[in-house]
């Protein structure tokens, strides 16, 4: 007699797997993603175009990779002269805003006087307008006392930037570190340049660093104020850049990109140099803390 065992079946379902994220969020995802590519082709563009001899319906350029279009380019604008020009403009720069621009917000931040938000935003008015509209004016003048087309004119015409950002990025700094700090050092016969040197130094190093850098990367990429006053020995790198493309003659454009080139990796080791030396994400925070302790 055959015994006939039965097994029960169970019905197994695969979960089914729910779409994360709304339309909308999609939407924003997608349009990241888009912009991530653009960027990546604008920057993916010259760099790939100075590396090669031709490019013409291909997917690469012609006797790809090569470097003598970076060479040409270093001989034929002298960018030895002009790379060694912007580094001395910005660190003039920085070292003159942060020698003007700290006093300054220390008195906001201190001192209680009529027209204090007037002056105030007197400081933000260069950071709010073009540079194009009170770029002109201070160029004629620049020019009518002999310093157009010069190094110091250079250095004084993005100063009217730069100071803002240093008054800008101090302030809050300043605000936020207890005053009776600075009395209990003067009840202990502290004078002010002590005071300031020892006491409130120390515990403005992370705002200078910050200021430094917004400095830095301003005076580096500034284009409209350094063109109006810059002469052929006080050219910076993007002032150079814009006369590669515009002035009169025929060049390879792999030789203006290869410039491009090198005024983008500059300013990428600038910026990665910096941020070596200065977290922003952590500014405030460091500032607090030591303000509090």
């Known amino acids: 007699m055959a015994i ?6 169970t019905d197994v379902t695969k979960p089914r797997r729910r779409i994360v994220g709304t339309p909308a969020q999609w939407v924003v995802w997608g349009c990241v993603a888009l912009f991530l590519i653009f960027l990546f082709g604008v920057v993916l563009a010259p760099l790939v175009n100075s590396l090669g001899q031709a490019w013409f319906n291909a997917w690469w350029p012609q006797g790809f990779p090569t470097l003598k279009w970076y060479q040409s ?5 002298q960018l030895g002269q002009v790379i060694r020009v912007t ?7 920085i070292v003159l805003s942060v020698l003007l621009g700290v006093p300054a917000s220390y008195v906001l931040a201190r001192r209680k006087f ?18 194009v509209t009170y770029g002109i004016p201070l160029a004629t003048a620049l020019y ?11 250095i004084a015409v993005n100063l009217v930037p730069a100071v803002p950002f240093v008054v800008m990025t101090m302030t809050p700094f300043i605000e936020q ?42 005076t580096v990429g500034m284009f409209e104020l350094t063109f109006l006053v810059s002469g052929p020995t006080s ?6 850049l814009y006369y590669a ?25 600038i910026l990665i140099i910096a941020l070596r030396f200065v977290n922003p994400t952590q500014l405030v925070a460091r500032v607090r803390d030591e303000a509090t302790d």
């Open 144 to 154: 009518r006392v002999h310093l157009g087309g010069t190094l110091p004119g250079v």
């Open 73 to 77: 380019a270093w001989t034929e604008f």
């Open 4 to 9: 006939v065992q039965t097994i029960p079946t």
């Open 245 to 269: 493309m515009t002035a009169a003659g025929i060049r390879a454009q792999q030789q203006v990109d290869a410039m491009a080139v090198m005024y983008m990796l500059s300013m990428l080791v």
């Open 87 to 93: 580094l001395v403009v910005a660190i003039s720069v």
């Open 177 to 218: 570190i207890n005053p009776t700090i600075e009395s209990a050092a003067r009840m202990s016969g502290a004078g002010t340049g002590s005071v300031f040197t020892r006491i409130l130094a120390p515990l403005l190093v992370p705002g200078i660093l910050a200021s430094c850098v917004l400095v830095l990367v301003r």
């Open 114 to 131: 009529p027209g204090k938000q007037i002056v105030y935003g007197l400081f933000l008015l260069p950071v709010l307008m073009p540079p």
């Open 235 to 240: 050219t910076t790198l993007v002032v150079k």
